[in-house]
Structures are given as structure tokens and as C-alpha cells.
């Protein structure tokens, strides 16, 4: 089932985080709706990311595209994505990565093309550089940890025999539907081109392809490579994610034999800290310095591929939308006025076209204008009628708005926030009034009515 476009930035749950321009053109592609081709959700202020919104299968996605590779830039767009997308459960690293020369654990030869899911992150190059050698830390408050339990579970299901083959059919099928696209460049470069060297052998000279400087070293037999037709096979592991780019393969190997590691990359150490979070890399070179991008765009679009199809097996554990709604708030500064009298006409004129009964909250839902010269009791007709509606409909939540100026109303919409302890709201960089508006118009947020007190002008306030 295809889900309807969010009704604001509060309705999405997953983020796909890519580095290259080339790894965030495959997850695009594979979009099956896109959100922003009309207009954007915008983002909170301050925020510098670049997003992308549609739907991958059931899910809402937000794309947040880097400014470049590496764990700061990740540890930014991450944290700002955070920022504007607060109910992001889920983040997807998705990208190249460079591959280590060892059996995984399901007994398959890594090959460039391959797919790396993380079952763990390890920031390889945090800790103490001494005279004879590196020391890294990877104490409990160093070490960046495992995925949650609910990712682990999944990875545990796509490990075993039945789900590993529903899992490559998918994106053997993705893929395909990639590599339509002439302009990805999608295909598989060819078994050829695919050469790993020992580990101790170096690239002859820098800025030149292998082809172009005759490296002749001695090549490593793959049996993988002697098949016909070589389809990506997914690898579970240890990622190993640092700031420089791993080029040299003994130090690769050693690394891999102290960590556990099967691949490295730059991103993922950045995001760890701030989404529950999983990579997904295509292999496109051996982490040495005979680096290539003949395979970038044709891991990156087997990462996609890959991406999406978990996508297809994730089911976020599901909630009682009835037990998760927030309590019904009374947000109104004055008190009930016992001496109030008169006025029964127009009581009833609000009582018959506001009504009592919980409605849906939108665009449907009745507006009512009180009107008329200062003094002549239109705050205490409205004072009236909320507290005869709380009376009879507790369920209903009541929000009383100063609209006599800018920062009244600012000051009643963070009244607001705090009374439902809305996310971000306590953040000076967050656009207060887009996060109580996008909170209002959740489909798990109670009924509500809102009352705009002593306003004079309605373009002051467009957001209701």
C-alpha cells in the first residue's frame, strides 16, 4: 500500500543519508513517489541540508544529500536532519565503501559490486597515535556500539537461508529497474575489471589507472570471478568507518584481522550518535591504493537497490494510535467568570455551529468569527463557551492564542509547545509556530479548537 503525502515534516520516519551525488541519484531513482515536485516542506531555520522527499514502498522518506564525504559532514547533515525531521526513527547510510579480502559469514568471496550491511559500526581511527604504533580506544564510552534491537532482529531474519534469497531476488529486480536508466551507467563493469592485488603490492603512480601505469603485480584468485554471469551478494559485518580514505592493503588487512571489519567507509561514525541507523555499501575497490571509480556508480546502485529491498522487509513495531495520543490540554489563561450573563442568542449560535462532538481535525473542521468594537465582551462570550464545551467534551483539547501582536502570539504558541512538550521546541534554531502547526495537524493529535484572542488582522497569522 502506498502511503498519502505527509502533511508536514512530522510524518517522516525514515532518512536516507548519502555522500556522493552519484549514490543519492540510485536511491532517487528508485523513489516510487516524490513529495517536493509541487513544493517542499522546508526545514527548520538554520538548517543547511538539502532534502529530498517521496516514498519508498509504505514508507515516507526524506533524502538528505552531503556536501561532500567524511564523518563531520555526516555528524552535520545528521544532527540538522534531526533537527527538521524530529520523528526520524530509522536512518539508512547508503553509498560506496571499499571492501576487504576475506570468506564472510555466509561462505561467499567478496567481489566488487557486493553489498555491505553494517552490523556494527567501528570508528577505527579514534584513539592514540604512540611512537611504535596506534592505539584505539574501544572502551564502552568510546566505542560506538551495535545497531538497537529492532535493527538487529531484522538483520538476524535477513541472515538466514529463506529471507537472504527473498532479499537478493529483490534487488537483483531493483537493480534491473536501475540499470534502465542509461544516464546511472548502472551495468556491470565486467569480471575483468575487477582485480585485487596483494596486499603489499602498491599502485606503480598516483592519478593514473592501473591500465595506464602497468601494475603487474601479482593478483589474488577469486573463484566468484570465474562465473559467467556474477550477481551482488549481501555481506553482513563490521563496518569500519574513520576520517581518511583507507588506500594502503596491509594496513587494511591488519585492521580488519584486530577489528573484524569486511569493509570501510567515512560516513557512518557520524550518524551513529544520532539516529538508530544501518549502512548499506556496494563494494566498488578493495580499500588499497589501486583505487578506481569504474565500479562507483555500479556499487552505489546496487547499495540502492539493496536499500530499498530492506526497506521492504522493515516493519517499525506498531502502536495503539488510540494509547499514544497525547492527554487533552487546556491552555487558556483566564478562569471560568460565574457572573457572566446574557448573551444566550449568541452562546447558542456557537453552541449550534462549532457543535460539541469530536471532528477530525482540517481544513473541514468549522472557523467562527466573533466581531465587534473593544470592551463590548467578546473574550468573556468566548471564555463562555470553552469552559460550557469543556464541561461536556473533556476529550477535547482547548488552546487560547494572544493575537493582539507578533510576540504575544509567539509567546502563546510556545505556551502550546511546552504544555505537549513538542520536540525541538526548547531548540532556538527551530521555527516555533511551523512545529506547533505540524503537531496540531498529526492524525494521532486529539480534537482541538483554538481560540485567536483579540486579533485584528488575519494576515498577521497564515499558518492556521
Known amino acids: 500500500m502506498k502511503p498519502i503525502r505527509p502533511a508536514s515534516r512530522l510524518g517522516f520516519e525514515i532518512a536516507i543519508i548519502c555522500a556522493l551525488t552519484?549514490?543519492?541519484?540510485?536511491?532517487?531513482?528508485?523513489?516510487?513517489?516524490?513529495?517536493?515536485?509541487?513544493?517542499?516542506?522546508?526545514?527548520?531555520?538554520?538548517?543547511?541540508?538539502?532534502?529530498?522527499t517521496g516514498s519508498i514502498g509504505r514508507h515516507n522518506i526524506v533524502l538528505a544529500h552531503m556536501p561532500g564525504m567524511g564523518k563531520a559532514n555526516a555528524t552535520i547533515v545528521a544532527s540538522h536532519c534531526r533537527t527538521s525531521y524530529p520523528n526520524i526513527e530509522?536512518?539508512?547510510?547508503?553509498g560506496v565503501c571499499g571492501a576487504v579480502l576475506i570468506v564472510s559469514s555466509n561462505s561467499i568471496e567478496i567481489v566488487l559490486g557486493d553489498i555491505i550491511m553494517s552490523s556494527g559500526i567501528v570508528q577505527?581511527?579514534?584513539?592514540?597515535?604512540?611512537?611504535?604504533?596506534?592505539?584505539?580506544?574501544?572502551t564502552l564510552l568510546d566505542s560506538l556500539g551495535r545497531p538497537n534491537m529492532e535493527i538487529r532482529a531484522?538483520?538476524?531474519?535477513?541472515?538466514?537461508?529463506?529471507?537472504?534469497?527473498?532479499?537478493?531476488?529483490?534487488?537483483?529486480n531493483h537493480l534491473m529497474e536501475l540499470q534502465k536508466e542509461a544516464d546511472l551507467h548502472a551495468q556491470y563493469p565486467g569480471n575483468s575489471s575487477d582485480k585485487l592485488f596483494e596486499a603489499s603490492f602498491r599502485h606503480l603512480s598516483d592519478g593514473k589507472t592501473c591500465e595506464e601505469c602497468n601494475c603487474n603485480g601479482q593478483l589474488m584468485p577469486r573463484?566468484?570471478?570465474?562465473?559467467?554471469?556474477?550477481q551482488p551478494a549481501v555481506h553482513f559485518g563490521l563496518i569500519a568507518s574513520g576520517n581518511t580514505m583507507m588506500k594502503f592493503g596491509t594496513e587494511r588487512d591488519e585492521i580488519a584481522r584486530q577489528e573484524g571489519i569486511i569493509a570501510f567507509e567515512m560516513e557512518s561514525a557520524g550518524v551513529w550518535d544520532t539516529f538508530?541507523?544501518?549502512?548499506?555499501?556496494?563494494?566498488?575497490?578493495?580499500?588499497?591504493?589501486?583505487?578506481?571509480?569504474?565500479?562507483?556508480r555500479y556499487a552505489a546502485a546496487t547499495a540502492a537497490a539493496c536499500a530499498k529491498a530492506f526497506l521492504e522487509f522493515w516493519e517499525p513495531s506498531a502502536t495503539d494510535q488510540s494509547m499514544n495520543r497525547p492527554?487533552?490540554?487546556?491552555?487558556?489563561?483566564?478562569?471560568?467568570?460565574?457572573?457572566?450573563?446574557?448573551?444566550?442568542?449568541?452562546?447558542?449560535?456557537?453552541?449550534?455551529?462549532?457543535?460539541?462532538?469530536?471532528?477530525?481535525?482540517?481544513?473541514?473542521?468549522?472557523?467562527?468569527?466573533?466581531?465587534?468594537?473593544g470592551g463590548v465582551g467578546k473574550t468573556q462570550?468566548?471564555?463562555?463557551?470553552?469552559?460550557?464545551?469543556?464541561?461536556?467534551?473533556?476529550?477535547?483539547?482547548?488552546?487560547?492564542?494572544?493575537?493582539?501582536?507578533?510576540?504575544?502570539?509567539?509567546?502563546?504558541?510556545?505556551?502550546i509547545a511546552e504544555e505537549y512538550q513538542i520536540p525541538g521546541y526548547d531548540d532556538p534554531k527551530s521555527d516555533l509556530l511551523l512545529l506547533v502547526k505540524c503537531w496540531l495537524e498529526r492524525t494521532d493529535c486529539e480534537p482541538w479548537l483554538m481560540v485567536f484572542d483579540n486579533s485584528s488582522s488575519f494576515t498577521l497569522f497564515p499558518l492556521l
Not at 530509522?90 to 547508503?94: K, P, Q, R
Not at 531484522?154 to 538466514?160: H, I, R, Y
Not at 573463484?223 to 556474477?230: A, F, G, P, S, V
Not at 473533556?394 to 509567546?411: E, G, K, N, T, Y
Request: proline share 6%; aromatic share 12%.
Open 22 to 52: 552519484i549514490e543519492a541519484d540510485a536511491v532517487e531513482a528508485l523513489f516510487d513517489q516524490y513529495w517536493d515536485e509541487d513544493h517542499s516542506f522546508g526545514k527548520s531555520p538554520g538548517d543547511p541540508n538539502a532534502y529530498t
Open 90 to 94: 530509522l536512518a539508512l547510510i547508503v
Open 124 to 138: 577505527y581511527d579514534f584513539g592514540r597515535r604512540l611512537p611504535e604504533h596506534f592505539m584505539h580506544k574501544d
Open 154 to 172: 531484522l538483520l538476524a531474519k535477513l541472515e538466514g537461508r529463506r529471507s537472504r534469497k527473498l532479499l537478493s531476488g529483490k534487488i537483483i
Open 223 to 230: 573463484t566468484r570471478l570465474e562465473q559467467q554471469e556474477i
Open 276 to 296: 538508530p541507523c544501518i549502512a548499506i555499501k556496494g563494494a566498488y575497490d578493495y580499500a588499497d591504493s589501486h583505487k578506481t571509480k569504474k565500479w562507483q
Open 327 to 373: 492527554a487533552p490540554k487546556f491552555v487558556v489563561p483566564y478562569p471560568n467568570n460565574p457572573d457572566f450573563v446574557g448573551r444566550s442568542d449568541i452562546l447558542q449560535q456557537l453552541k449550534d455551529k462549532l457543535g460539541h462532538e469530536e471532528q477530525t481535525n482540517g481544513p473541514s473542521v468549522p472557523r467562527l468569527s466573533l466581531f465587534g468594537l
Open 381 to 415: 462570550i468566548a471564555l463562555q463557551y470553552i469552559y460550557w464545551l469543556r464541561g461536556i467534551n473533556p476529550a477535547i483539547s482547548i488552546l487560547w492564542v494572544h493575537a493582539s501582536s507578533a510576540d504575544r502570539f509567539r509567546q502563546s504558541y510556545l505556551s
